[in-house]
C-alpha cells in the first residue's frame, strides 16, 4: 500500500561560527506537462531558480515548499537535500 523510501539523514541547522545573514541556493526550474488524468508526461527545463533557503518549509521530488507556494524544479528529493546541505555548511 505505501511505497518505502529511503530515509535521509536529519538537516543540521546553520553552525554559530557562520556568519548571519540570507543564505540563497540555486537551482534549475522546471515546467511539468500532466495528461488530463493527471498523470506526469514530461518534466521540461527552465531558467534558474535562486530560494532563500531559511524560507523553504519543505521538499519533495522536482518540488521545493516556499511560503505556501511549490515551485518546480529538475533536481530530485536527494540533489535539492545536497545543494541546501552545502549552503548551509
Do not use: C
Not at 540563497?24 to 500532466?34: I, L, P, Q, S
Not at 493527471?38 to 519533495?60: A, H, M, W
Amino acid at each position: 500500500m505505501f511505497r518505502k523510501t529511503k530515509q535521509l539523514p536529519p538537516m543540521t541547522l546553520l553552525k554559530p561560527d557562520r556568519p548571519a545573514g540570507p543564505v540563497f541556493v540555486e537551482f534549475r526550474g522546471a515546467t511539468m506537462d500532466y495528461d488530463d488524468e493527471g498523470k506526469l508526461i514530461d518534466i521540461v527545463p527552465r531558467e534558474t531558480v535562486v530560494i532563500n533557503v531559511s524560507r523553504i518549509t519543505g521538499f519533495y521530488n522536482h518540488k521545493i515548499l516556499v511560503d505556501d507556494r511549490k515551485i518546480s524544479v529538475m533536481e530530485s528529493t536527494l540533489e535539492i537535500w545536497k545543494k541546501i546541505q552545502e549552503a548551509i555548511g
